[in-house]
C-alpha cells in the first residue's frame, strides 16, 4: 500500500467514478456514500503524501509505472508542491459535497461521476512526472469539466460552455505543438530530464526550445486565464451550476501550478546563462496586466457570478505576477495566497448560487433597481420562512467573512496570505513595486465591490424575501470559511511549510536527483 | 519530401483558423479539426523524416537505421484524445442549436 500510494489518488477516483456509472441514476444513495468514501480517502492519501514528503528524508516520492528507468518509462512525482495541491483539491471536494448532494432531489445527468472523473485528471497533473501525460490528464480534467459546465443546460450555459470548449481545445493544440517542439529539440519530455538538458542544449537549436516553451506557456495561460488569454472565463463561471463553478476555482490554479514547476524546473536560475528566468518578465506584466483588468470587472460586475469571476482573474493574477518574480520568499506567499484565495472564491461562488439562484433567475442583476415582479419568484419559493432572520444573518456573516478573506483585510487568513505575499516584494525592480501596488489597489477595490454588492443585497431592499437556503451548500459555505478561519488561528505550521515547499523549488536538485537516481 | 510536408502542415493551419474565426458553429469545428490534423502531422514530423524505416527494434540491429518510435505513440494518443473531444464538441454544438434556433456561435443571429 505505501509502495503505490502514489498512484491511488488516480486509480481511486477513475474506479469510483466508473462504478458510480455503473449504478447509475437509480441508487442514488449508494453513489452519494461512494462519493463521499472516494472524497475522504483522498484527503487521507493527500495527508499521507504530505506527511511523507513534509518528513524530510525524502525530497520527492518517485512512483515508477511498470518499473521502467523514468528516461523510457512512466514516473508519478510527489514533492511538496505536488502534496499540498494533492490536499487542496481532496478538501475541497470534500467541502463541496454537501452542496452536490443537496441538489439530488434533480435529476440532470451524471454529477457524480464527473466530478470523480474531474478530480482523476486534477490528482494526474499534479503528479504527472513528464509533459506528455501531463497532456493527457488535462484532457481528462478538461473532458469532465465540460460536461460539469454543460449540467442540466439552457441556452446561455450551452452558448458559454461552447466558447470554453472551443478556447481549451484550441490551447490543447498548442500544448501539443509545444510539447513536440521540446521533444524534437531535446529528445526527451520528463521533466527532470529536460531540467537537466535545458542548460546543454546547443545554441542554434535554444531558440527553437524557447519557442516551444512559450507555446506551452500560452496553453497554461490560457487556463490560468492571463490577460488577453482570460476572457473566457468570467462568463463561463457565471454561467455554470454554483457548486461546478466552485469545483472550477481549483482548475485556474492548475495552470498557474504547471507555469510555477516549470518556470522554475527548466527555467531557473540553474539552467544556464542564455535560458535562466525565460518568461519570467511576461509572467509578471502579464500578471499585472491581469489584476489591473480582473479590477475594473469586480468594479463593473452586475452580477454576484461575475463579480466571483473577477475575484478568479485578480487572484491568478496575483499569483502569475509573484511566479514572475522568482523569488523564493514570493513563491512562498504565492502558495499560501493561492490556497487561501482557492478556499474563499470557492465559498464565494456557492454564497452567489445561494443569494441569486441561477436556475430560477437566470442573468438576474443584482444592482438594478427592484422588480416586483422578478422578486415575486423568490417570495413563492420560500413564503414560510420569510421574515426569518436566521438563515439570513448567516448568509451576510458568511459574506462579509469572504469579502474580507478576498480583500486581504486583518484579522483573517486572506490577510496574512497576502501579508507573506507582499512583504518580501518591497525592495524590488519596478516590476515587484507595480504588482505591490497594483494588489494593495485591488484589496482596496475588492472592499468597494463587496461593499457595494453586500448592501445591495442586505440592506437596501427592504422587501426582498431571501429564497430557501439550501442546507446543503449552507453547509458548504461554513466548512470552506471555517476552513479559512481555521488557517488564521494554526498559520504557524502551513507557512513553514509553504516555506519549505518554496526553498524545495527554487533547488531543483533534490527532485532531479530523486526521479533520475 | 520535408518541403512538401510542411507546406501541407502550413495549409492545413491556416484553412483551420480561418474557418474557426467564421461564426458558424459549423465552421468552427471543421476548422477545429483541420487545425488537428496539422498539429498531429506536425508530432509525427518532429521526430525526424524517413521512409521505410522500422519503429521496433530487432536484437543486434543498427540504431541509425530506425525511426523514432516515440513520436508515433504521441500522435496516437494525441489522435484519439482529439476525435473525443471534436465528437464531445459536436454534441454541444447540436445541443446549443437546439435550444436556441440557429447555428451562430454567439446563439443570436446577428449577420445576414
Known amino acids: ?517 | 519530401m520535408e518541403l512538401v510536408l510542411a507546406l501541407a502542415i502550413g495549409v492545413l493551419a491556416g484553412c483551420g483558423v480561418w474557418l474557426l474565426l467564421r461564426p458558424r458553429t459549423f465552421q468552427v469545428i471543421i476548422g477545429l479539426t483541420l487545425l488537428s490534423y496539422a498539429v498531429n502531422l506536425f508530432i509525427f514530423c518532429i521526430g525526424g523524416l524517413r521512409t521505410g524505416a522500422d519503429p521496433v527494434l530487432r536484437d543486434g540491429a543498427d540504431l541509425s537505421q530506425y525511426t523514432d518510435p516515440l513520436p508515433q505513440a504521441l500522435v496516437l494518443t494525441a489522435i484519439v484524445i482529439g476525435f473525443a473531444t471534436t465528437a464531445l464538441f459536436l454534441v454541444v454544438l447540436l445541443a446549443s442549436r437546439g435550444l436556441t434556433g440557429n447555428d451562430h456561435v454567439d446563439g443570436k443571429d446577428g449577420t445576414p
Open chain 1, 1 to 517: 500500500m505505501s509502495a503505490h500510494l502514489l498512484v491511488w489518488p488516480i486509480v481511486l477516483p477513475l474506479a469510483v467514478g466508473a462504478l458510480q456509472l455503473l449504478l447509475g441514476e437509480r441508487r442514488r444513495g449508494a453513489v452519494a456514500a461512494l462519493g463521499a468514501a472516494s472524497c475522504v480517502a483522498l484527503v487521507g492519501l493527500a495527508v499521507a503524501l504530505l506527511l511523507r514528503v513534509g518528513a524530510g528524508d525524502e525530497p520527492a516520492a518517485v512512483y515508477r509505472i511498470g518499473d521502467w528507468p523514468a528516461r523510457y518509462g512512466i514516473v508519478l512525482v510527489a514533492d511538496r508542491l505536488s502534496a499540498l495541491m494533492l490536499l487542496l483539491t481532496a478538501v475541497l471536494a470534500l467541502a463541496l459535497l454537501p452542496s452536490a448532494l443537496g441538489r439530488r432531489r434533480r435529476p440532470g445527468g451524471p454529477v457524480q461521476p464527473l466530478v470523480q472523473f474531474l478530480l482523476m485528471g486534477l490528482n494526474g497533473a499534479f503528479l504527472a512526472g513528464d509533459l506528455f501525460n501531463l497532456f493527457v490528464f488535462f484532457e481528462v480534467l478538461l473532458a469532465a469539466s465540460y460536461g460539469l459546465a454543460l449540467y442540466r443546460p439552457g441556452a446561455r450555459r450551452v452558448s458559454a460552455g461552447m466558447h470554453y470548449i472551443v478556447v481549451n481545445l484550441l490551447a490543447s493544440m498548442l500544448f501539443l505543438v509545444g510539447v513536440s517542439l521540446i521533444f524534437g529539440v531535446t529528445g526527451t519530455l520528463n521533466m527532470a530530464a529536460l531540467a537537466q538538458l535545458v542548460p546543454r542544449v546547443p545554441d542554434n537549436t535554444r531558440a527553437l526550445l524557447h519557442a516551444g516553451a512559450a507555446i506551452l506557456g500560452i496553453a497554461f495561460l490560457v487556463k490560468a486565464a492571463m490577460w488577453p488569454l482570460g476572457f473566457w472565463l468570467p462568463r463561463t463561471y457565471a454561467a455554470a451550476p454554483a457548486p461546478v463553478a466552485a469545483m472550477f476555482a481549483v482548475m485556474t490554479k492548475v495552470g498557474v501550478y504547471v507555469l510555477l514547476r516549470l518556470s522554475l524546473l527548466l527555467f531557473g536560475g540553474g539552467a544556464g546563462a542564455a535560458s535562466a528566468h525565460f518568461g519570467a518578465g511576461w509572467l509578471l506584466w502579464g500578471g499585472i496586466a491581469t489584476v489591473a483588468v480582473g479590477v475594473v470587472g469586480m468594479l463593473g460586475a452586475r452580477e454576484l457570478g461575475k463579480l466571483a469571476g473577477y475575484n478568479v482573474l485578480v487572484s491568478s493574477g496575483s499569483l502569475l505576477g509573484a511566479v514572475g518574480l522568482q523569488q523564493p520568499a514570493v513563491t512562498a506567499g504565492a502558495l499560501a495566497y493561492l490556497v487561501v484565495s482557492t478556499l474563499a472564491i470557492a465559498a464565494f461562488f456557492l454564497l452567489a448560487g445561494l443569494i441569486a439562484p441561477r436556475e430560477d433567475a437566470e442573468g438576474a442583476s443584482l444592482l438594478e433597481p427592484y422588480d416586483p415582479t422578478g422578486m415575486a419568484l423568490y417570495a413563492d419559493e420560500d413564503e414560510s420562512q420569510a421574515g426569518l432572520p436566521a438563515p439570513v444573518a448567516l448568509l451576510a456573516a458568511c459574506f462579509l467573512v469572504c469579502a474580507l478573506v478576498l480583500a486581504g483585510l486583518p484579522p483573517l487568513s486572506g490577510f496574512l496570505a497576502k501579508f507573506a505575499l507582499l512583504a518580501p516584494m518591497l525592495g524590488g525592480g519596478p516590476g515587484a513595486v507595480t504588482l505591490f501596488a497594483l494588489i494593495v489597489a485591488a484589496g482596496l477595490c475588492t472592499v468597494i465591490a463587496m461593499c457595494r454588492t453586500g448592501i445591495q443585497i442586505f440592506w437596501a431592499d427592504e422587501d426582498w424575501v431571501f429564497p430557501a437556503i439550501r442546507a446543503g451548500e449552507a453547509a458548504s459555505v461554513v466548512i470552506l470559511l471555517a476552513l479559512c478561519l481555521g488557517l488564521t488561528v494554526l498559520a504557524e505550521a502551513p507557512l513553514r511549510y509553504l516555506t519549505d515547499t518554496a526553498a524545495q523549488l527554487h533547488a531543483p536538485a533534490h527532485y532531479i536527483r530523486a526521479v533520475l537516481p
